[in-house]
């Protein structure tokens, strides 16, 4: 954070222009975040510069687990606590501010943070988050002051709800964003085990793809947005199965060329069930449904496609599919041992499979089989 802004122990209050600019820049900031992490430490970050705090906390309600959480407090890693105690439980609970001047002369301190890392709170500030919908999310705590007189004002406590206020907001749809990214998630990752499941290949097949594909893409040089999108769509690759024939998904023995024809339906099926979303997600899932069964020398199906023509995710998603389904025990087959398996890929550079993909394969391999060895089917 560059404001050049003089936060030593002696400093002196903020000017209005200070604060302004302290406000005006982080409230730019956050409000261009994605991530409930960076949101969470720029307002503490905000709250601490703006009242000369020594350290500032913004906690969050975890109704499930009945906690309070923050992911970020200055010098110390995630910390919990039970929903209503200490101060910053006391606010949560009755939506009051406070203003301490010595923590430790009030019944209502909770010391198990201090006792455990030797930490001494004396004054502190806390003051409830309210959401859209009027209720409360989260809170900001300030601790100790950073002044002479070590105490906070009720000037202090002002701007603290201030700054609560502006970026409450921003915390809000934050918190929204990622409840429907995790929501889209989970609802990928079924239809993904739907698919599976139809044919049997249960277990966690899905979600060791979905690994070894996110493995495979950082290797391959892809960011970490990009491996992370691919994560989530590559599950998805047979969801066309849901369409194929019970007597043809599950035939024990070698499927007729007629069987064999209908089986290959399911990369199409999948591309028509996705295709016309507008969400990216969707349609990327699309493209992995559609290309997986293609080969780099262009002999796989449906299209015949070769070499870069295959999109990208498509070419991953095949290699990790792959290498799952001939690890893995399957109606038609034994699982293979992981020799036999690596001997294949490497006879299969430059034909089902990109050379380059094959060598990153190669050298991921140690995270690969940790992934295995992780989401074993039982
Ligand atoms: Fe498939
Ligand atoms: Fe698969």
């Not at 007597?247 to 999948?270: A, R």
Request: charged share 25%; proline share 3%.
């Amino acid at each position: 954070m560059n404001l050049e802004i003089d936060s030593s122990p002696v400093a002196n209050e903020r000017t209005p222009e200070e604060l302004l600019r302290i406000i005006f820049d982080y409230t730019a900031k956050i409000g261009s975040q994605r991530s409930l992490k960076s949101v969470l430490l720029l307002m503490a970050d905000m709250g601490r510069e703006m009242i000369l705090a020594d350290r500032c906390t913004v906690w969050l309600i975890d109704r499930n687990r009945g906690e309070l959480f923050t992911t970020i407090a200055h010098g110390v890693s995630e910390i919990r606590q039970p929903l209503g105690s200490g101060f910053v439980g006391h606010s949560i609970m009755t939506g009051e501010n406070l203003l301490i001047e010595d923590a430790y002369q009030d019944p209502r301190h909770n010391d198990a943070n201090d006792l455990r890392t030797g930490y001494v709170t004396k004054s502190l500030i806390t003051v409830p988050f309210v959401g859209n919908d009027g209720s409360i999310i989260g809170a900001y705590q300030a601790i100790n002051k950073l002044t002479p007189q070590a105490v906070f004002t009720d000037r202090d406590l002002e701007q603290l709800k201030l700054a609560a206020s502006y970026a409450g907001k921003s915390l809000e749809s934050v918190m929204l964003h990622e409840e429907i990214v995790a929501t889209q998630r989970e609802i990928i990752f079924t239809m993904g085990e739907i698919g599976e499941s139809r044919s049997k290949e249960t277990g966690n097949h899905v979600k060791r793809v979905a690994e070894y594909s996110y493995i495979l893409a950082l290797g391959y040089g892809l960011s970490q947005e990009e491996a992370e999108l691919l994560k989530l769509v590559s599950p998805m690759h047979d969801i066309g199965k849901v369409a194929i024939p019970d007597s043809v998904l599950n035939k024990p023995g070698k499927l007729t060329e007629e069987e064999f024809e209908q089986m290959k339906n399911h990369t199409t099926i999948g591309y028509n069930l996705l295709k016309n979303s507008d969400r990216e997600l969707l349609k990327t899932a699309a493209i992995v449904a559609y290309e997986h069964h293609e080969k780099w020398n262009g002999t796989g199906y449906p299209q015949g496609l070769k070499g870069e023509e295959i999109h990208l995710y498509g070419r991953i998603t095949a290699i990790a599919d792959v290498f799952d389904a001939l690890g893995s025990e399957r109606v038609y087959k034994k699982a293979w041992e992981l020799e036999r398996i690596l001997i294949l890929f490497n006879e299969e550079r430059d034909r089902h499979f990109e050379a380059r993909l094959v060598d990153v394969l190669n050298e991921q391999l140690p995270a690969i089989l940790d992934i295995r060895n992780r989401y074993r089917d039982q």
